[in-house]
Nanobody
Framework: QVQLVESGGGLVQAGGSLRLSCAAS????????MGWFRQAPGNEREFVAT???????YYADSVKGRFTVSRDNAKNTSYLQMNSLKPEDTAVYYC??????????????????WGQGTQVTVSS
């Protein structure tokens, strides 16, 4: 069973940056596709970014050019670097894992393991 733990959230002013981390358990992290999603109060969970097992990336239009997803297989960790943050980026951010040498996905139902979430708040 894969366990995911996010960290790195917090309060930042608009225009600032944060880096979220997602540490995964297990010895086969290199075979996971990873996804990042977010959910603001009253909204549905929405796709942010994804990275395949072989590091192909895909982003939501709303974050393209500002956010970067990456992975470090030696550390069993995925990262979401968030720059030029806007108040509308405020949400709980979740990482998710898709096992088995698969591509990344923007569909949350494709992911079988989820972290607990980390709050990101961007003040104006």
């Amino acid at each position: 069973q894969v366990q995911l733990v996010e960290s790195g959230g917090g309060l930042v002013q608009a225009g600032g940056s944060l880096r979220l981390s997602c540490a995964a358990s297990g010895r086969t992290f290199s075979s996971y596709a990873m996804g990042w999603f977010r959910q603001a109060p009253g909204n549905e969970r929405e796709f942010v970014a994804t990275i395949s097992w072989n590091s192909n990336t895909y982003y939501a239009d709303s974050v393209k050019g500002r956010f970067t997803v990456s992975r470090d297989n030696a550390k069993n960790t995925s990262y979401l670097q968030m720059n030029s943050l806007k108040p509308e980026d405020t949400a709980v951010y979740y990482c998710a894992a898709r096992l088995g040498y698969l591509s990344g996905s923007r569909d949350p139902t494709d992911f079988g393991a989820w972290g607990q979430g980390t709050q990101v708040t961007v003040s104006s």
